[in-house]
């Protein structure tokens, strides 16, 4: 994962066959871009070592300023639908523990 904030701050790339279903959203394509960003970062990771990374890269984010609760709250709200009870809560955790940060 090259940057964890870079999906808010990078357009996304003009791609006709892609159906944009929210128009000129920008919460729309900023969730696009953070799947792509977290597809490539999870390549041939395991569970634990994706969560390390995201933990690692939002510390990162915080501690330099580049990251807020916001920012926090908005990747938790894309990732959420995607995961299981369990996991959800799991996620939930890390972003209530890297808010204080």
Same mark, same amino acid.
């Not at 929210?22 to 900023?30: E, F, H, M, Q, V």
């Not at 916001?70 to 890390?94: H, I």
């Given at each position: 994962?090259?940057? &964890? $904030? ?10 006709? /066959? /892609?159906?944009?279903?929210? #128009? ?10 953070l +799947? @792509?960003? !977290? *597809? $490539?970062?999870?390549? #041939? @990771?395991?569970?634990? /070592?994706? !969560?390390?990374?995201i933990? +690692?890269?939002?510390?990162? #984010? $915080?501690?330099e ?9 908005n &990747? ?5 639908? &995607?995961?299981?009870? &369990? $996991? @959800?809560?799991? !996620?939930?955790?890390v972003? *209530?523990? !890297?808010? #204080?940060?």
């Amino acid at each position: 994962m090259k940057d &964890f $904030k870079s999906y808010s701050e990078t357009p996304p790339e003009n791609n006709p /066959q /892609q159906e944009n279903k929210s #128009g000129s959203d920008p919460a729309y394509n900023n969730t696009v871009e953070l +799947a @792509k960003v !977290l *597809t $490539k970062a999870m390549a #041939g @990771k395991n569970e634990g /070592q994706i !969560l390390r990374t995201i933990i +690692a890269e939002a510390e990162r #984010g $915080k501690r330099e300023g580049t990251l807020s609760n916001a920012d926090l709250d908005n &990747f938790y709200n894309a990732l959420s639908p &995607f995961l299981d009870g &369990f $996991k @959800k809560r799991k !996620l939930k955790e890390v972003i *209530t523990r !890297l808010k #204080g940060i």
